[in-house]
């Protein structure tokens, strides 16, 4: 079946440091690729996708790009706010469709020091 | 007003109980999910719909029973809740630009 692995956490870093959050991922076919992020007493929000190999997905800095040869879809940020402080979520969606069921990762949380 | 709503936001309820998590959405979309978070699982499928008469279980849909009340609602039930069942739960709408998320219902039981 499909599952998506993410790196270990907590990671913390200073602000203005870069950020890589691994995510590797399991599935048959050529899934979609998705990053979320859940600040604190909120739900999840997306923060970027990619549908297929060698996209790069963007948004607010952070980028990712759907590596078919590695299963891979690392986020980053070349210089982290305290205000990116969050839980982050690898993604996918089996491919086929455009809509559907996600599979999580197990998130990794994110703190950011001034 | 929140595009997907769920009510309660807290609960903490006891043993043998049961229990009903709502969720209204303002969306439009005819697909309904509920996930349920615990610290270092992620999120995990428990059911979904894709329209009022369709219902569909997820990875861990046991203990667990849902109803599609209408297009907007899709509420999660725990016949008789057990400890383990303490987790965030989280509704979700998908339309065409994805998901969207409610801000989660935090259950405790006892």
């Known amino acids: 079946g499909n599952s998506v692995t993410q790196m270990e956490g907590p990671v913390t870093l200073s602000e203005e440091a870069f950020l890589t959050i691994n995510c590797t991922y399991t599935?048959?076919?050529?899934?979609?690729l998705f990053w979320y992020v859940q600040y604190p007493g909120e739900g999840l929000q997306l923060l970027l996708k990619a549908t297929k190999a060698d996209d790069k997905g963007s948004n607010k800095g952070f980028e990712a790009t759907y590596r078919k040869e590695t299963t891979s879809f690392h986020l980053e940020k070349g210089s982290v706010q305290v205000s990116d402080s969050a839980v982050y979520f690898c993604a996918l969606r089996a491919g086929g469709t455009s809509y559907g069921k996600l599979t999580f990762g197990q998130g990794t949380i994110l703190t950011v020091h001034p | 007003d929140a595009d997907v709503t769920q009510t309660p936001r807290n609960r903490i309820t006891k043993t043998g109980k049961r229990i009903m998590l709502e969720c209204s959405q303002t969306k439009g979309h005819d697909r309904m999910y509920w996930y349920r978070q615990d610290p270092g699982l992620g999120l995990q499928l428990i059911y979904y719909s894709f329209d009022v008469k369709d219902i569909n279980k997820g990875e861990i849909s046991d203990g667990y029973s849902v109803s599609r009340q209408a297009q907007a609602k899709f509420s999660l039930s725990l016949e008789s809740a057990i400890p383990n069942q303490t987790a965030l739960y989280f509704c979700?709408?998908?339309?065409?630009?994805?998901?969207?998320f409610g801000s989660g219902t935090r259950l405790t039981v006892v």
């Open positions: 599935a048959t076919g050529y899934p979609s």
């Open positions: 979700a709408t998908e339309g065409v630009y994805g998901y969207t």
